[in-house]
C-alpha cells in the first residue's frame, strides 16, 4: 500500500522532510554518546525507512522498506555493532568471566575443599583414638579395683577371730603333732617319729577328753583316755590347794579362762594319782593350731608336757570299713583243744582264708591241703544290732550274752566287726573281727554246738600276706 505524498507531507514536503532528517541525526549522535544502543521499533512502523534520504522511492511503503533498511543496516548497524558492542563484550563479558568464576572457583572452591575435608578426616583419629583410651581403661580399671577393694571388708567383719567361740574347738579330733616335756625338754619332739605318740583331744560342751592310744582307735582296749572340766568358777578353797601344791600352780588359777582370747583352762577331776586336779591349759594360735600345756603334780613330783594341736591325722587311722575290705590270709589259730597258738603255715590242713567285702559280708573258708572245696565255707553279714529274740537265744549260748554283743558289737573306733553266719547249718555263729595294733586282725569264731550243749570257741591272727 502506497502512502498519499500529499496526506503524509501535506502541502510543504521538502521543511517537513528537512526536519526529519534533522531529527535523525541528533537521534545517532546522542545514541552515539550514550554508548552501544539496543535495535528498538519505532512508535510508528511507517517511518522506519526514513533514513534512506537520497532515495526518492521512500515514499511509498514498499519502496521504504528495502531502499532503508539495506542502506541503515550497512551503514549504521556494522557500524555501531562492531565499534561499540564488540568492544563492550570482549572488554566486559570476557574479562568479569575469567576474572571472576574462574578465579573464584580455583581459589575457594579446591583450597576449602582440600583445608576442610583433610581437617574434618581428623574424627577417624579423634574417634579411634578417644574410644580405646577412655572405655577400656575406665572399665577395667573402675570395676575390678572397686570389687576387690570393698569385698573383703563386709567378709572381715562378720568373722572373728579363731578360738573366740566354742564352736572352733568342738567338732571332730585334734591331733598332736609335736611335744615336749620332762624327758625332752630341750627341743620338740615330732609325734610322728614315736610309735606310742598318738595323742588326741576331743572337745565337747565344758568338758575335752585326752586321748593317747598305741593302736591308733581311740575307743580300743589298749586306748588311755582322761576327762577335763572347764574351770569358770574358782572358789578361795580350790585356789587354796593348788597354792600349796607350789611350782607354780596358782599361777594357772591368776590366769583363769577367758574366750575373747581363746584362753581356756581346764581341771581333771578324775580318781587317778597320776592325773588328779591336774592342769590343762588350752591358748588358740592364729594359725588355726593349739598350744597346750599339762601341768600336775603328784606328792613331790612336779609332771609337764607343752604339745601343739592340730586338725590334720598324723597316722593312718583304722576307723573306716575300708581298711578291713580284701582277702586275710591265717597265720596263728587256737583250737578248741590247742594249749598254745599253731602256725598255719606248719600244717597244710589248717588253711583258714576270710573275705571281706564291701558289701559288708565276708566269707570264712577252711581249705584242707590249699583244697576249698574239700573243707567248708561259711557266709557271714555285718551286724549293727540284733532283736530281743536273738538275745534270749545268745543267752543259752555263753553267760552275759547281752554285756557280751554290747561291747563286742560293731564300733569302728574300737577296731571293730561283729558278723553274723546267715547259713542254716551254722545260723547264728559270731565272727568278731578285731584290729591289731600292726595292721593284723584278731578274729573269735563263737558256735553254740545244741547237741553238745557247750559253746565252740576258736581264735585266728590273719595278715594280708600270703602265708602259703
Not at 97 to 118: C, Q, R, S
Not at 188 to 202: E, H, S, T, V
Not at 248 to 269: E, K
Not at 310 to 317: H, K, L, S, V
Request: charged share 20%; with cysteine; proline share 10%.
Amino acid at each position: 500500500m502506497k502512502l498519499s505524498r500529499s496526506r503524509f507531507f501535506g502541502k510543504k514536503p521538502t521543511r517537513m522532510l528537512s526536519m526529519l532528517l534533522s531529527c535523525i541525526l541528533i537521534a545517532c549522535l546522542l545514541a552515539a554518546c550514550d554508548g552501544p544502543a539496543k535495535p528498538r521499533k519505532s512508535d510508528d512502523p511507517t517511518s522506519t525507512p526514513t533514513p534512506a534520504a537520497g532515495e526518492a522511492t521512500p515514499t511509498t511503503a514498499p519502496d521504504t522498506t528495502p531502499t532503508d533498511v539495506p542502506d541503515v543496516t550497512p551503514t549504521d548497524v556494522p557500524d555501531a555493532t562492531p565499534t561499540t558492542a564488540p568492544d563492550a563484550t570482549p572488554t566486559d563479558v570476557p574479562d568479569a568471566t575469567p576474572t571472576t568464576a574462574p578465579d573464584a572457583t580455583p581459589t575457594t572452591a579446591p583450597d576449602a575443599t582440600p583445608t576442610t575435608a583433610p581437617e574434618a578426616t581428623a574424627t577417624p583419629t579423634t574417634a579411634p583414638t578417644a574410644t580405646p583410651t577412655t572405655a577400656p581403661t575406665a572399665t577395667p580399671t573402675t570395676a575390678p579395683t572397686a570389687t576387690p577393694t570393698n569385698t573383703p571388708k563386709p567378709t572381715a567383719t562378720p568373722t572373728p577371730a579363731f578360738g573366740k567361740k566354742m564352736s572352733d574347738f568342738e567338732g571332730g579330733q585334734w591331733y598332736a603333732y609335736d611335744f615336749m616335756g620332762v624327758e625332752s625338754p630341750s627341743k620338740p619332739m615330732l609325734c610322728k617319729n614315736d610309735p606310742g605318740g598318738d595323742y588326741r583331744l576331743i572337745f565337747s560342751g565344758n568338758t575335752v577328753r585326752f586321748i593317747n592310744t598305741a593302736d591308733h582307735l581311740i575307743d580300743s582296749f589298749l586306748a588311755d583316755s582322761w576327762h577335763y572340766e572347764l574351770m569358770t568358777n574358782i572358789g578361795n578353797k580350790t585356789r587354796a590347794m593348788y597354792e600349796s601344791m607350789g611350782h607354780g600352780m596358782i599361777d594357772y588359777l591368776n590366769d583363769p579362762t577367758d574366750l575373747s582370747r581363746g584362753h581356756l583352762l581346764y581341771c581333771c577331776n578324775q580318781a587317778d594319782e597320776s592325773t588328779f586336779m591336774g592342769l590343762m591349759i588350752v591358748d588358740a594360735q592364729p594359725n588355726g593350731t593349739l598350744k597346750v600345756q599339762f601341768r600336775q603334780v603328784n606328792g613331790d613330783t612336779y609332771n609337764w608336757s607343752d604339745f601343739t594341736f592340730t586338725r590334720t591325722p598324723i597316722f593312718d587311722e583304722p576307723n573306716t570299713y575300708d581298711h578291713y575290705v580284701g582277702q586275710w590270709y591265717a597265720e596263728l589259730i587256737w583250737g578248741v583243744e590247742a594249749e598254745a597258738p599253731e602256725k598255719c603255715s606248719t600244717d597244710p590242713k589248717k588253711d583258714y582264708r576270710l573275705t571281706i567285702s564291701k558289701d559288708k559280708t565276708a566269707t570264712l573258708v577252711w581249705a584242707p591241703n590249699h583244697d576249698p572245696s574239700a573243707g567248708t565255707t561259711e557266709h557271714f553279714e555285718l551286724r549293727t544290732s540284733f532283736s530281743k529274740a536273738e538275745y534270749m537265744e545268745y543267752a543259752e549260748w555263753f553267760n552275759l550274752a547281752d554285756d557280751y554283743l554290747d561291747k563286742k558289737g560293731t564300733d569302728l573306733n574300737k577296731g571293730q566287726l561283729l558278723f553274723c553266719c546267715t547259713d542254716a547249718k551254722w545260723k547264728g555263729a559270731l565272727l568278731l573281727v578285731e584290729w591289731s595294733l600292726d595292721g593284723r586282725l584278731t578274729v573269735h569264731y563263737t558256735y553254740y554246738m545244741k547237741e553238745a550243749s557247750y559253746p565252740v570257741n576258736v581264735e585266728y591272727q590273719f595278715t594280708k600276706n600270703k602265708v602259703y
